[in-house]
């Protein structure tokens, strides 16, 4: 289920990524060492960094680097060095938000249809069957934000 509301990662949590394949790796240990900083079960966290994965790979593959990266994880401003921005913060209720930023691109990200031998295509159905929601934010310059929503699956909720 998609959802399309506006939201908010504080860019303390955030992190400028090379647009291509090479960054990608580099995002997912970052933001795997900050969610066990932070408490983070590994079951949330797992399902974070295949979140974050298919994020960055759309953004790669679909969108156009930003024209300024923004502010990394560490606070330093990196101009163009990233292209892409990715996200991520835990709330109060340990809910995670997953975010990736990108220049936007000729087409609006949506989950495909692919056939049992196509290569890709898959990347936002398994963002919707592990997001508790998920969605796409436009700003006015152009660059386009896809988030996702996670917590606890019920079960795991229920037996704790």
Known sequence: MAVLVAQEVPTSSSVAVTHGPAGVGEARHRMRAQLSESGVSDTVADDAELVL????????????PLRHAGRSAGGG?????????????????????????????????????????????????IISALAKDWGIRDSASGEVTVWAHLTEPEAVRSAG
Do not use: K, M, Q
Request: glycine share 20%; hydrophobic share 30%.
């Open 77 to 125: 401003d990196e101009g163009d060095a990233g292209g892409i921005r990715a996200a991520w913060r835990v709330d109060p209720s340990g809910g995670l938000t997953v975010e990736v930023t990108d220049g936007g691109g000729p087409t609006r990200p949506a989950p495909a249809r692919p056939s049992l031998t196509a290569r890709g295509g898959r990347g936002l159905t």
């Open 53 to 64: 994965s298919e994020l960055l790979s759309n953004a790669c593959r679909h969108g156009r």
